[in-house]
């Protein structure tokens, strides 16, 4: 299977037009025309027929991410570093540590009423 075919299933399973396309590949700031794209969907005996790169094809696969799922959210340099800052607080200064939760412990059902060893 070409990439020309992986572009063509994928544009008919997503009923996208040469539009959605072309606005999915601009996400990932990869610019192309219409009559560019169109040579990719042409029959390959077809004198303007094109072979679809594997740039292209990676760009729309990232543009589609995109566009499915919305931009990534930028992140905090404190959060990747583990650091909570309170609202209110200096910039520097970290939040505590939240209190970790306490695990209650359930009986057993080996020591259950039904399963003890009567005395008598």
Same mark, same amino acid.
């Given at each position: 299977?070409? &990439? &020309?075919?992986? %572009?063509?299933?994928?544009?008919? /399973? =997503?009923?996208?037009?040469?539009?959605?396309?072309?606005?999915? %590949?601009?996400?990932?700031?990869?610019?192309?025309?219409?009559?560019?794209?169109? @040579?990719?969907?042409? &029959?390959?005996?077809?004198?303007?027929?094109?072979?679809?790169?594997?740039?292209?094809?990676?760009?729309? =696969?990232?543009?589609?991410?995109?566009? =499915?799922?919305?931009?990534?959210?930028?992140?905090?340099?404190?959060?990747? +570093?583990?650091?909570?800052?309170?609202?209110?607080?200096?910039?520097?200064? /970290?939040?505590?540590? @939240?209190?970790?939760?306490?695990?209650?412990?359930?009986?057993?059902? =080996?020591?259950?009423?039904?399963? +003890?060893?009567?005395?008598?």
């Amino acid at each position: 299977m070409t &990439n &020309n075919d992986i %572009l063509k299933k994928l544009r008919v /399973a =997503l009923k996208l037009r040469d539009d959605d396309i072309v606005k999915i %590949l601009e996400l990932v700031d990869f610019r192309i025309s219409k009559s560019e794209l169109g @040579a990719f969907f042409r &029959n390959e005996d077809h004198p303007k027929y094109m072979e679809c790169g594997d740039q292209i094809l990676r760009n729309f =696969l990232n543009g589609l991410v995109i566009h =499915l799922r919305g931009p990534m959210p930028k992140k905090d340099a404190n959060k990747e +570093k583990g650091i909570n800052i309170k609202p209110g607080t200096e910039k520097g200064e /970290a939040s505590e540590k @939240a209190p970790q939760k306490k695990f209650i412990k359930k009986k057993s059902l =080996l020591h259950s009423k039904t399963n +003890k060893k009567s005395n008598g």
